[in-house]
């Protein structure tokens, strides 16, 4: 079993900065790769960002690439988000994740552990 916990969203405004962190607790973090995603109201929950067991490999959507950071400490337990340059189609609830896999996976179905999500609203 897997906890996961997010915290960090909340408003800001257009071309702001947000840091979501994610504490784990359970199965060991440091094996198994970690993903956050999001789901706009009448969208699918799409994968944003991904980072390996190890950090050493990370993955990002186009619609994020350049503008947010995934990065983990696995000696704290927890995958952080940096979000820079935000924009108002940046609304949405931000989830995290726990893969399978100790590998980035980006379909959804391979991620088996949830945090509860949080709101991130960006105002224009």
């Known amino acids: 079993q897997v906890q996961l916990v997010e915290s960090g969203g909340g408003l800001v405004q257009a071309g702001g900065s947000l840091r979501l962190s994610c504490a784990a607790s359970?199965?060991?973090?440091?094996?198994?790769?970690m993903g956050w995603f999001r789901q706009a109201p009448g969208k699918e929950r799409d994968l944003l960002a991904g980072?390996?067991?190890?950090?050493?490999?990370?993955y990002y959507a186009d619609a994020v690439k350049g503008r947010f950071t995934i990065s983990r400490d696995n000696a704290k337990n927890t995958v952080y988000l940096q979000m820079d340059s935000l924009k108002p189609e940046d609304t949405a609830v931000y989830y995290c994740?726990?893969?399978?896999?100790?590998?980035?996976?980006?379909?959804?179905?391979?991620?088996?552990?949830w945090g509860q999500g949080t709101q991130v609203t960006v105002s224009s």
């Open positions: 994740a726990a893969c399978r896999f100790s590998t980035i996976v980006v379909r959804t179905t391979a991620y088996n552990y």
């Open positions: 980072i390996s067991w190890s950090g050493g490999s990370t």
């Open positions: 359970g199965r060991t973090f440091s094996s198994y790769a």
